[in-house]
Protein backbone atom coordinates (compact mmCIF):
# COMPACT_ATOMS: atom_id res chain seq x y z
CA UNK A 1 0.00 0.00 0.00
CA UNK A 2 1.33 3.29 -0.96
CA UNK A 3 1.91 6.05 1.93
CA UNK A 4 3.17 9.35 1.29
CA UNK A 5 5.09 11.02 4.36
CA UNK A 6 5.79 14.67 4.15
CA UNK A 7 8.14 16.22 6.71
CA UNK A 8 8.58 18.67 8.45
CA UNK A 9 4.69 18.85 9.16
CA UNK A 10 5.72 22.67 9.60
CA UNK A 11 8.40 24.98 8.55
CA UNK A 12 9.06 28.91 10.09
CA UNK A 13 11.63 30.61 8.01
CA UNK A 14 12.91 34.16 7.49
CA UNK A 15 11.70 36.04 4.13
CA UNK A 16 14.64 35.98 1.85
CA UNK A 17 15.96 32.41 2.75
CA UNK A 18 16.16 29.11 0.45
CA UNK A 19 14.22 26.22 1.54
CA UNK A 20 13.24 22.82 0.88
CA UNK A 21 10.14 20.76 1.39
CA UNK A 22 10.23 16.88 1.48
CA UNK A 23 8.09 13.83 0.46
CA UNK A 24 8.74 10.49 0.59
CA UNK A 25 6.84 7.66 -0.93
CA UNK A 26 6.97 3.75 -0.20
CA UNK A 27 5.95 2.66 -3.25
CA UNK A 28 8.15 3.28 -6.62
CA UNK A 29 5.45 2.35 -9.11
CA UNK A 30 4.25 5.87 -9.55
CA UNK A 31 2.53 7.51 -12.69
CA UNK A 32 3.73 11.06 -11.35
CA UNK A 33 4.20 13.43 -8.59
CA UNK A 34 2.40 16.68 -8.09
CA UNK A 35 3.07 19.21 -5.46
CA UNK A 36 0.06 21.90 -4.60
CA UNK A 37 -0.44 24.72 -2.23
CA UNK A 38 -3.44 25.07 0.29
CA UNK A 39 -4.02 29.11 1.51
CA UNK A 40 -6.75 28.80 4.60
CA UNK A 41 -10.21 29.37 2.90
CA UNK A 42 -9.39 28.51 -0.48
CA UNK A 43 -8.89 25.21 -2.77
CA UNK A 44 -5.53 23.85 -3.46
CA UNK A 45 -3.91 25.21 -6.68
CA UNK A 46 -1.40 22.77 -8.23
CA UNK A 47 2.54 23.86 -8.47
CA UNK A 48 4.29 21.64 -10.20
CA UNK A 49 3.69 17.99 -11.87
CA UNK A 50 6.56 15.87 -12.24
CA UNK A 51 5.53 12.45 -14.65
CA UNK A 52 7.34 9.27 -13.93
CA UNK A 53 9.94 9.32 -16.29
CA UNK A 54 10.99 13.14 -15.63
CA UNK A 55 13.75 14.15 -12.77
CA UNK A 56 12.99 17.83 -12.01
CA UNK A 57 10.04 20.14 -12.72
CA UNK A 58 10.81 24.04 -12.49
CA UNK A 59 8.21 26.94 -12.39
CA UNK A 60 9.74 30.56 -11.35
CA UNK A 61 11.14 30.06 -8.20
CA UNK A 62 10.07 26.83 -7.47
CA UNK A 63 11.90 23.74 -8.33
CA UNK A 64 10.33 19.84 -7.98
CA UNK A 65 13.07 16.71 -7.83
CA UNK A 66 11.84 13.16 -8.16
CA UNK A 67 13.85 10.46 -7.57
CA UNK A 68 11.68 6.48 -7.87
CA UNK A 69 14.09 4.70 -6.87
CA UNK A 70 14.33 6.27 -3.55
CA UNK A 71 11.01 7.61 -2.99
CA UNK A 72 11.87 11.21 -2.40
CA UNK A 73 10.87 14.33 -3.90
CA UNK A 74 11.96 17.90 -2.62
CA UNK A 75 10.48 21.59 -3.57
CA UNK A 76 12.52 23.91 -3.55
CA UNK A 77 11.51 27.22 -2.85
CA UNK A 78 14.31 30.41 -3.55
CA UNK A 79 14.16 33.29 -2.32
CA UNK A 80 11.50 32.67 0.08
CA UNK A 81 8.64 35.33 0.16
CA UNK A 82 5.24 36.18 3.08
CA UNK A 83 3.39 35.73 -0.24
CA UNK A 84 4.65 31.95 0.57
CA UNK A 85 3.35 30.97 3.19
CA UNK A 86 0.73 28.14 2.92
CA UNK A 87 0.76 24.45 3.31
CA UNK A 88 2.17 22.18 0.78
CA UNK A 89 0.87 19.26 -0.22
CA UNK A 90 2.63 16.40 -2.26
CA UNK A 91 0.48 13.33 -3.89
CA UNK A 92 1.51 10.34 -5.66
CA UNK A 93 -0.69 8.72 -8.95
CA UNK A 94 0.10 5.11 -7.82
CA UNK A 95 -0.05 2.04 -10.13
CA UNK A 96 -3.88 1.66 -9.58
CA UNK A 97 -3.95 5.79 -10.64
CA UNK A 98 -5.22 6.56 -7.39
CA UNK A 99 -4.12 10.12 -5.70
CA UNK A 100 -2.16 9.32 -2.45
CA UNK A 101 -1.89 12.81 -0.40
CA UNK A 102 0.78 13.21 2.17
CA UNK A 103 -0.21 15.44 5.20
CA UNK A 104 1.49 18.56 3.88
CA UNK A 105 3.77 20.94 5.33
CA UNK A 106 2.25 24.24 6.69
CA UNK A 107 4.90 27.06 5.79
CA UNK A 108 5.52 30.53 7.36
CA UNK A 109 7.43 33.53 6.08
CA UNK A 110 8.35 35.68 8.26
CA UNK A 111 8.50 39.23 6.72
CA UNK B 1 -8.83 11.74 10.94
CA UNK B 2 -11.57 13.38 8.61
CA UNK B 3 -11.77 11.30 5.24
CA UNK B 4 -13.88 11.78 2.24
CA UNK B 5 -14.87 8.87 0.44
CA UNK B 6 -15.26 9.14 -3.02
CA UNK B 7 -16.81 6.96 -5.73
CA UNK B 8 -16.54 5.29 -7.91
CA UNK B 9 -12.70 4.93 -8.57
CA UNK B 10 -13.12 4.76 -12.21
CA UNK B 11 -16.57 5.06 -14.86
CA UNK B 12 -16.39 4.38 -18.14
CA UNK B 13 -19.80 5.72 -19.99
CA UNK B 14 -20.97 6.23 -23.51
CA UNK B 15 -21.16 9.45 -24.94
CA UNK B 16 -24.03 10.69 -24.29
CA UNK B 17 -25.30 9.58 -21.21
CA UNK B 18 -24.68 11.53 -17.86
CA UNK B 19 -22.46 10.13 -14.85
CA UNK B 20 -22.62 10.89 -11.17
CA UNK B 21 -19.47 11.20 -8.61
CA UNK B 22 -20.06 10.97 -5.27
CA UNK B 23 -18.17 12.66 -2.48
CA UNK B 24 -19.08 11.52 1.44
CA UNK B 25 -17.53 13.16 4.70
CA UNK B 26 -17.09 10.05 7.23
CA UNK B 27 -16.48 11.76 10.07
CA UNK B 28 -17.30 14.99 9.93
CA UNK B 29 -19.23 17.90 8.61
CA UNK B 30 -18.04 19.25 5.40
CA UNK B 31 -19.93 22.77 4.61
CA UNK B 32 -17.32 23.37 1.90
CA UNK B 33 -15.97 21.31 -0.97
CA UNK B 34 -14.00 21.44 -3.74
CA UNK B 35 -13.78 19.45 -7.46
CA UNK B 36 -11.21 19.55 -9.64
CA UNK B 37 -10.18 17.70 -12.41
CA UNK B 38 -6.92 16.88 -14.19
CA UNK B 39 -6.25 15.71 -18.17
CA UNK B 40 -3.46 13.43 -18.76
CA UNK B 41 -0.24 15.05 -17.97
CA UNK B 42 -2.06 18.07 -16.80
CA UNK B 43 -2.28 19.75 -13.20
CA UNK B 44 -5.00 19.22 -10.84
CA UNK B 45 -7.86 22.55 -11.90
CA UNK B 46 -10.39 23.65 -9.81
CA UNK B 47 -13.80 23.56 -11.64
CA UNK B 48 -16.05 24.30 -8.72
CA UNK B 49 -16.54 25.03 -4.70
CA UNK B 50 -19.61 24.22 -3.30
CA UNK B 51 -21.06 25.19 0.22
CA UNK B 52 -23.77 23.27 1.75
CA UNK B 53 -27.27 24.27 1.02
CA UNK B 54 -26.54 26.93 -1.70
CA UNK B 55 -25.56 26.95 -5.45
CA UNK B 56 -21.98 25.96 -6.57
CA UNK B 57 -19.30 28.17 -7.36
CA UNK B 58 -17.78 27.46 -11.28
CA UNK B 59 -14.56 28.85 -12.26
CA UNK B 60 -14.11 30.21 -15.38
CA UNK B 61 -15.08 28.29 -18.45
CA UNK B 62 -16.34 25.24 -16.65
CA UNK B 63 -19.99 25.11 -17.72
CA UNK B 64 -22.31 24.95 -14.81
CA UNK B 65 -24.93 23.24 -16.59
CA UNK B 66 -22.62 20.28 -17.95
CA UNK B 67 -21.15 19.88 -14.53
CA UNK B 68 -23.94 19.83 -11.69
CA UNK B 69 -23.35 20.00 -8.45
CA UNK B 70 -25.38 19.37 -5.31
CA UNK B 71 -23.86 19.76 -1.94
CA UNK B 72 -27.40 19.27 -0.43
CA UNK B 73 -26.18 17.89 3.26
CA UNK B 74 -23.18 18.60 5.19
CA UNK B 75 -22.02 14.66 4.52
CA UNK B 76 -22.11 14.43 0.77
CA UNK B 77 -21.60 16.17 -2.37
CA UNK B 78 -22.16 14.91 -6.14
CA UNK B 79 -20.83 16.08 -9.10
CA UNK B 80 -22.53 14.70 -12.25
CA UNK B 81 -20.88 14.93 -15.80
CA UNK B 82 -24.12 15.48 -18.25
CA UNK B 83 -24.17 14.52 -21.57
CA UNK B 84 -20.77 13.25 -21.41
CA UNK B 85 -18.59 13.45 -24.48
CA UNK B 86 -15.12 11.74 -24.77
CA UNK B 87 -13.57 15.43 -24.14
CA UNK B 88 -14.82 15.34 -20.62
CA UNK B 89 -12.87 12.29 -20.20
CA UNK B 90 -10.25 13.17 -16.97
CA UNK B 91 -10.21 12.25 -13.89
CA UNK B 92 -11.78 13.92 -10.56
CA UNK B 93 -11.38 14.61 -7.09
CA UNK B 94 -13.67 16.37 -4.24
CA UNK B 95 -11.54 18.16 -1.58
CA UNK B 96 -13.49 19.33 1.79
CA UNK B 97 -12.23 22.09 3.98
CA UNK B 98 -11.92 21.03 7.29
CA UNK B 99 -11.63 25.06 8.35
CA UNK B 100 -8.59 26.13 9.97
CA UNK B 101 -7.41 22.30 10.00
CA UNK B 102 -7.40 22.49 6.54
CA UNK B 103 -8.42 20.12 3.49
CA UNK B 104 -8.75 16.60 3.73
CA UNK B 105 -9.11 14.97 -0.15
CA UNK B 106 -11.11 12.47 -2.09
CA UNK B 107 -9.26 9.72 -3.62
CA UNK B 108 -10.55 10.69 -7.62
CA UNK B 109 -12.57 9.06 -9.99
CA UNK B 110 -11.54 8.39 -13.69
CA UNK B 111 -14.12 9.01 -15.89
CA UNK B 112 -13.20 7.23 -19.41
CA UNK B 113 -15.94 8.42 -22.05
CA UNK B 114 -16.37 6.11 -25.22
Known amino acids: KQEVTQIPAALSVPEGENLVLNCSFT??????LQWFRQDPGKGLTSLLL???SQREQTSGRLNASLDKSSGRSTLYIAASQPGDSATYLC??????????WGAGTKLIIKP | GAVVSQHPSWVICKSGTSVKIECRSL??????MFWYRQFPKQSLMLMAT?????????EQGVEKDKFLINHASLTLSTLTVTSAHPEDSSFYIC??????????FGSGTRLTVV
Open chain 2, 95 to 104: SASLGQDGYT
Open chain 2, 27 to 32: DFQATT
Open chain 2, 50 to 58: SNEGSKATY
Open chain 1, 27 to 32: DSAIYN
Open chain 1, 50 to 52: IQS
Open chain 1, 91 to 100: AVRDSNYQLI
